[in-house]
């Protein structure tokens, strides 16, 4: 059985930093490409960030670039999303996905239930 939690949001002022994780179980983790989505209320789902299997190739969406750093450490199934100089515009519920990149676009597998991030003003 597949798994992706995330963890380590919270609340936080605007211009801090935090440190998302997404630990993965059940899934030969290196094999797949890493997404970051993030989802503000009333607002649909958007990407934020990819790394491939072994760390070669990110992107980022233009709103973070720059001030987020996406990562993995493949030896212990799990990736990150260092945020730094958030901004409130950053308050969001921040999922992470694992997928394929294909040539007809992305293909995502799987989900994690997500983990709340608000950075106040």
């Known amino acids: 059985q597949v798994q992706l939690v995330e963890s380590g949001g919270r609340l936080v002022q605007a211009g801090g930093s935090l440190r998302l994780s997404c630990a993965a179980s059940g899934l030969t983790f290196r094999s797949y490409t890493m997404f970051w989505f993030r989802q503000a209320p009333g607002k649909e789902r958007e990407f934020v960030a990819h790394i491939s299997g072994l760390a070669f190739t990110t992107g980022y969406a233009d709103s973070v670039k720059g001030r987020f750093t996406i990562s993995r450490v493949n030896a212990l199934n799990t990736m990150y999303l260092q945020m730094n100089g958030l901004k409130p515009e950053d308050t969001a519920v921040y999922y992470c996905?694992?997928?394929?990149?294909?040539?007809?676009?992305?293909?995502?597998?799987?989900w994690g239930q997500g983990t709340q991030v608000t950075a106040s003003s």
């Open positions: 996905a694992a997928g394929q990149t294909t040539p007809m676009g992305p293909k995502y597998d799987y």
